[in-house]
């Protein structure tokens, strides 16, 4: 499956929901947000929220900042 | 410490809040921010790096007693800044938000429209809204009026270290809006620190003039004191400014005279 992640386009395999993706990329759950095709998917959603060819992903995390 | 900060339903019994950008290390960063004393600290929100996505977590090095405080650095127009809040909420830390809409690049000042615009919705869903504004009393009102829970005007441009430029501001804007006024960007030393808090001001929010110090824990603990110290200055009161001295000791009974 492509998706575009954070701006780059990325070929996924094995993967229909947003933990999937999460865990494929090595990510963890605890400490990010996630917006597919500019909708915000609460964590408790991350489960059941299916990923889909092409959609466009956003995966952010806290960093420092003022 | 005197009194508390209430934002929203949040209670803060330190009047600092501190910024964690720019520190040269995460570690240096959370012995600074346990040596300020503050129970509120800003982050930022951006993407994660793919190629890197198992680096620390910045949140694991924040102490368990201090709140996060998500901004919408960066953000130019009321959608991004939405956009970044309602991600932020949606990661699980709370509702507050502190609201920064930038009109002008190179001065990272805030654009009045926009903030308004965003702090309105931001309130209806639901956000403790903490405004990053210009030090402009008629827009006070208005954020005041759409519901704000925190006021916070610059002191000067942000990162520039310049100190509050318009004290006056700060009385201005207690006068006019009934929830707390935070000095937010350009503190860059312990007396400008203080002389907010002197002033009137509720709290102040520091990040570079601790992240760049030499010492960022003892200037930490610096601007605790400076932020103690210039609150407990205000409650006291100070004495009347005269054009004139007048003497501290008697002036009858001199010896000779």
Redesign the interface.
Same mark, same amino acid.
Request: charged content about 20%.
């Given at each position: 499956m492509r998706l575009i #992640?954070? *701006? +780059?386009t $990325?070929e996924l395999e094995g993967i229909e929901s947003i933990k999937d993706m999460l865990d494929s990329? !090595? &990510?963890?759950h605890q400490? =990010?947000? =996630?917006?597919v095709n500019g909708e #915000?998917?609460? $964590?408790a959603d991350f489960v059941s929220r299916p990923v889909q060819d092409h959609d466009a992903i +956003? #995966? &952010? $995390?806290? =960093? !420092? *900042? !003022? | 410490m005197s009194g508390v900060l209430q934002v929203g339903s949040y209670t803060f019994h330190s009047r600092l809040i501190v910024g964690t950008g720019k520190y040269a290390s995460n570690e240096i960063m959370r012995e600074a921010i346990g040596e300020s004393g503050t129970e509120l600290v800003t982050v930022a929100l951006r993407r994660v790096n793919l190629n890197n996505p198992g680096e620390p977590s910045l949140l694991d090095f924040i102490p368990d007693n201090v709140r996060i405080l998500p901004n919408t650095a960066g953000c130019h127009t009321t959608e991004e800044a939405l956009n970044v809040a309602r991600l932020a909420k949606a990661a699980g830390i709370g509702t507050l938000v502190k609201l920064e809409i930038i009109g002008d690049q190179d001065l990272l000042w805030p654009d009045p429209v926009a903030t308004l615009e965003a702090t309105k919705i931001l309130v209806q869903e639901g956000f403790t809204v903490m405004v990053y504004t210009t030090p402009d009393p008629v827009l006070a009102k208005y954020l005041d009026q759409a519901g704000a829970h925190a006021i916070m005007p610059l002191g000067s441009p942000i990162g520039s270290g310049q100190g509050v430029l318009d004290v006056e501001a700060i009385q201005r804007f207690k006068h006019r809006v009934s929830v707390p006024v935070i000095v937010d960007a350009g503190i860059g030393s312990p007396q400008d620190a203080s002389l907010a808090m002197e002033t009137g001001a509720d709290g102040v929010l520091i990040n570079t003039a601790i992240a760049h110090a030499k010492d960022p824990s003892l200037m930490a603990r610096a601007m605790k004191l400076a932020v103690e110290a210039g609150r407990l200055g205000f409650e006291a009161g100070r004495m009347p400014k005269r054009q004139q001295a007048e003497a501290s000791s008697p002036t009858a009974g001199m010896v000779g005279r």
């Open positions: #992640i954070n *701006g +780059e $990325r990329l !090595g &990510v963890d400490t =990010v947000a =996630v917006m #915000i998917i609460g $964590r +956003e #995966i &952010v $995390r806290f =960093v !420092g *900042g !003022g | -």
